[in-house]
């Protein structure tokens, strides 16, 4: 799973928190939820780490 920009569609759900809105494809969310989205800093850097129930089986990318 990566982050995009993106417009909002028809089969999208919408989030937004602290101003900043969120799009996920519905039948996506409905296979990962919950999402959850970080914003990390180390010493390699920083990004945002994404976390999901996908997260759990191995599949797709942690951080973007």
Do not use: H, W
Request: glycine share 10%; net charge negative; hydrophobic share 35%.
């Amino acid at each position: 799973m990566g982050m995009a920009l993106d417009e909002s569609q028809e089969s999208d759900v919408v989030f937004t928190d602290r101003g900043i809105q969120y799009l996920i494809e519905k039948n996506l969310f409905e296979q990962v939820k919950p999402v959850k989205v970080d914003f990390t800093r180390s010493f390699r850097g920083s990004g945002f780490q994404l976390t999901s129930n996908l997260s759990k089986f191995g599949d797709g990318c942690s951080s973007c």
